[in-house]
């Protein structure tokens, strides 16, 4: 499964919105109800983080400026107030079908 | 607190092998499956398998299938993933990250190690 992400890079203002938009070539959604789909941040020198998990969710942690929709085969992650700490790569991947693959990555820069 | 601890960097020349570990701890090592990524120097993630710590066989990508061997050691809590026949593309940073089911989400990871394959 392709998963292809737009933007792949942002400069953003803080105390701004942000968006990125996550399309997969086939549906998550499985049999059993769920989406299969999870948004990450890679901070600079850092391993990945989980953001949110199954579309929408919130990971334990996360602050609530993040949220995720979508459903199919379309999804975006929105910050509504973009934070200097939000620097970094995000990636969405989709693990619903073998390999699992991850999105090109969206590079978001603070102005 | 839940940690995943990888091996030290390496370097190797192009043909040999690498076996990198990733020593878990602050939860039931059996219950968390352990998934392999890698990034190359300024790419993007690539998810190279997984493993059931509890038993059964890895699930390996079909692209790292022959080269790549994932194992664990229950007694240690820790889980190895071996390289062959390494060449220079290989070049990356790997890291383990635990799920708690198999297509679950990646939710723990582990610092990365840096593997340079050079002549």
């Known amino acids: 499964i392709v998963m292809t992400q737009t933007p792949l890079s942002l400069s953003v203002t803080p105390g701004q919105p942000a968006s990125i938009s996550c399309k997969s070539s086939q549906s998550l959604l499985h049999s059993d109800g769920e989406t299969y789909l999870y948004w990450y941040l890679q901070k600079p020198g850092q391993p990945p983080q989980l953001l949110i998990y199954?579309?929408?969710n919130r990971f334990s942690g996360v602050p609530d400026r993040f949220s995720g929709s979508g459903s199919g085969t379309d999804f975006t992650l929105k910050i509504s107030r973009v934070e200097a700490e939000d620097v970094g790569v995000y990636y969405c991947?989709?693990?619903?079908?073998?390999?699992?693959?991850f999105g090109q990555g969206t590079k978001l820069e603070i102005k | 607190q839940v940690q995943l601890v990888q091996s030290g960097a390496e370097v190797k020349k192009p043909g040999a092998s690498v076996k990198v570990s990733c020593k878990a701890s602050?939860?039931?090592?059996?219950?968390?499956?352990i998934h392999w990524v890698r990034q190359a120097p300024g790419q993007g993630l690539e998810w190279m398998g997984i493993?059931?710590?509890?038993?059964?066989?890895?699930t390996y990508a079909q692209k790292f299938q022959v080269r790549v061997t994932m194992s664990r050691d229950t007694s240690t809590s820790t889980v190895y993933m071996e390289m062959s026949s390494l060449r220079s593309e290989d070049t990356a940073v790997y890291y383990c990250?635990?799920?708690?089911?198999?297509?679950?989400?990646?939710?723990?990871w582990g610092q990365g190690t840096l593997v340079t394959v050079s002549s």
């Open positions: 991947m989709q693990s619903i079908r073998l390999p699992y693959t």
């Open positions: 990250a635990r799920s708690i089911a198999a297509a679950g989400s990646p939710d723990n």
């Open positions: 199954e579309v929408s």
């Open positions: 602050g939860y039931t090592f059996t219950r968390y499956y």
């Open positions: 493993i059931d710590p509890s038993g059964g066989s890895p």
